[in-house]
Structures are given as structure tokens and as C-alpha cells.
């Protein structure tokens, strides 16, 4: 390829360098090695003269940064989510949007089920107290917790990553598995997970643990309030690894502090990198900085999937996992 007729793309945090020389096999690349938090007027200066954008799922696209780029054709999304999109601006404008399902599911289920079984056996508590010179003897009742073994494992949200869960929990720890989603799963996906459908107030009901792996949307918002917590067992569990927004972190915060629930495990907070100083008071729960994907493979894959939207789109006008593939042929 003529290297002046390259397209340009811009990588919007710092990646792997593997990843930033396969795409400059393709592209004039401007990369962010220093990994820069741009501000919107820094990235739309940046996105001039581009043809594609590398995104980690933090920059916003919408309508108004569009109409700064007009030789924008792909945002591709290094995320399975892709809150950032406003999708139906990039739409309007013709450029496409790619993200990266698939490669995180099985990594981000086991992220899941280990918050699961922390908040469940109290073990951030545990090491706290143990770092602290506060484990003196032994005494009945110390740092009790909840079993896991063939307790009731519920699921709000049965996407791929939930049917994970729910394979952890029915096959390795002999769980009853029930769940809730905007539609019902087919017989066979329901009997691949062992898992039985109910409704949301049923779901809250007899859940020991619940785990949350919805994605974050006007009608997801806040879809685990102060009412929904008021319906779980005082001896349960909550586990987010859907999306911040889905919990109202503050409602949360004062159940796990009035112990109207046992604990909680969250990998996910509303407007995170921030997080509700009101959860930094509770000791049953734990906390971690989204890290549901991050292992080196899986992070590998899921940067490689969205350079390779980058390449097989702005080279050959087709992509692995369009968000709105509507688009393709517009321009």
C-alpha cells in the first residue's frame, strides 16, 4: 500500500505495543503512549483528519464531536459495552461502531464468581482483620459468612456472561440457578444452565446470591434501588459486574451499612473512575477498579478484535462485530 494513501486513525489510551504495530502495518497511527486522559476539545483535535478511532470504552462519540469529525468512518470499542456510543448519532452520520463481545465472557465470569465467593465468606473482612493484629484466638463466630455450596444463585441479566455464571454455579458448586431477563432464554438454553426463569420480585425474593450482568440503559437505571434491596434476604449477597448505574450506589452504601443485606462484591460504581464515599464505610463489601476483563489474554483479544474492525473496515469496507451495520455502503 502506498503509505500516503494511508488511512489515519488515532488510539485513544495507551494499548499494547503488538497492537499499536499491527495497525501501523495499515495506518499513519497517532497513538497515546503516555496514556493522556484527553478532554473532548483535546480529542476532537486529535480526530481531525482521522478515518478511525481506537476507543477503550471511556471516550464519548456523540453527535456533537461527529460534527467537528467529518472524515470519521469507524469508532471501534476495545469493550464489549459501548455506553460511550451514541449510537444513533454515528448512525445518523454514517460511521460505524464496533465492539468487542465474545473474548471477555468466560474471564469476566470468573472475575463474577470470585467477588461471589469473597463478599460471600468475608474475605477482604478477613484480611482486613488479620493485617489489623486483631486475630488473637479463635472464637465461634468470627467472621462468619454465607455458604456457597448449593445455595440459590439468581442472575438478573442472561446475556453470554450470565449463562457463564450460571454454569459456574449449577456444575461446580451444585447451585439452584434462577434468573430474570427482558425475554426468556429457550428451553435448551435454560437446560444447557440448569437455570429457571422468575420474575424480578421472585428473583430478589430467594436469591442467596445475586449477581448482576446487565448492561447500562435508561431502563436499567438504577434497576437494583432501595426498594429492590428492601426485598432481598438480610443473608444475602449482591454482585455487580454488569454496569455502574444499574445499582444506586447510595441506597446500596446505607443497606450494607444497616446490614439489610450481608455483603456485596462490586467491580462496576456509578461514574466511576469516582465511586460513592458512603461504600468506602462498609466493611462487607469489596471493592475492585473494573477489572472484570483484565487478564493478559483476554485484554489482548479484546484489542486485537477491535484493531482488526479497524482494519478489515477502513481496508476492505467490512467488520467482525458491527454495532450498526446499517452503515456499511454509506459512504
Not at 474475605?123 to 479463635?138: C, N, Q, Y
Not at 444463585?153 to 430474570?180: D, E, K, T
Not at 420474575?199 to 437505571?221: F, G, I, N, T
Not at 477498579?289 to 482494519?311: C, E, Q, W, Y
Request: hydrophobic share 45%.
Amino acid at each position: 500500500m502506498n503509505t500516503a494513501a494511508r488511512p489515519r486513525i488515532l488510539i485513544a489510551r495507551a494499548i499494547f505495543p503488538e497492537v499499536v504495530e499491527k495497525l501501523s502495518q495499515h495506518f499513519e497511527v497517532e497513538a497515546n503512549p503516555s496514556d493522556e486522559l484527553w478532554p473532548r476539545d483535546e480529542l476532537a483535535r486529535r480526530l481531525q483528519g482521522k478515518q478511525g478511532v481506537f476507543t477503550t470504552g471511556g471516550e464519548r462519540i456523540d453527535a456533537a464531536l461527529l460534527a467537528q469529525c467529518p472524515e470519521l468512518k469507524i469508532c471501534a470499542n476495545m469493550a464489549v459495552g459501548y455506553n460511550n456510543f451514541d449510537l444513533a448519532a454515528m448512525t445518523a452520520a454514517g460511521v460505524l461502531g464496533t465492539n468487542a463481545p465474545d473474548v471477555l465472557t468466560e474471564t469476566t465470569a470468573d472475575m463474577g464468581f470470585a467477588l461471589l465467593m469473597a463478599a460471600a465468606r468475608r474475605v477482604t473482612e478477613s484480611e482486613h482483620f488479620l493485617r489489623a493484629g486483631k486475630w488473637d484466638r479463635w472464637a465461634y463466630d468470627m467472621l462468619i459468612g454465607q455458604d456457597v455450596y448449593g445455595a440459590t444463585l439468581g442472575i438478573l441479566g442472561m446475556g453470554r456472561i450470565g449463562r457463564a455464571i450460571a454454569r459456574r454455579g449449577a456444575l461446580g458448586f451444585n447451585m439452584p440457578v434462577i434468573y430474570h431477563n427482558r425475554s426468556r432464554l429457550p428451553a435448551e438454553a435454560e437446560a444447557e444452565v440448569r437455570a429457571r426463569y422468575v420474575s424480578k420480585d421472585e428473583l430478589l425474593r430467594q436469591s442467596d446470591h445475586l449477581v448482576l450482568v446487565v448492561p447500562y440503559s435508561a431502563e436499567s437505571h438504577h434497576a437494583i434501588g432501595a426498594a429492590e434491596l428492601a426485598q432481598m434476604k438480610p443473608t444475602a449477597t449482591l454482585v455487580n459486574i454488569g454496569r455502574g448505574g444499574v445499582v444506586d450506589d447510595a441506597a446500596l452504601a446505607q443497606a450494607l451499612l444497616d446490614k439489610r443485606i450481608a455483603a456485596a462484591g462490586l467491580d462496576v460504581f456509578e461514574g466511576e473512575p469516582k465511586l460513592n464515599p458512603a461504600l468506602l464505610k462498609c466493611s462487607n463489601v469489596v471493592l475492585t477498579p473494573h477489572i472484570g476483563s483484565a487478564t493478559v489474554p483476554t485484554r489482548m483479544a479484546m484489542a486485537g478484535l477491535a484493531a482488526d474492525n479497524l482494519i478489515g473496515y477502513l481496508t476492505t469496507g467490512k467488520a467482525l462485530t458491527p454495532l450498526n451495520p446499517e452503515v456499511i455502503g454509506q459512504r
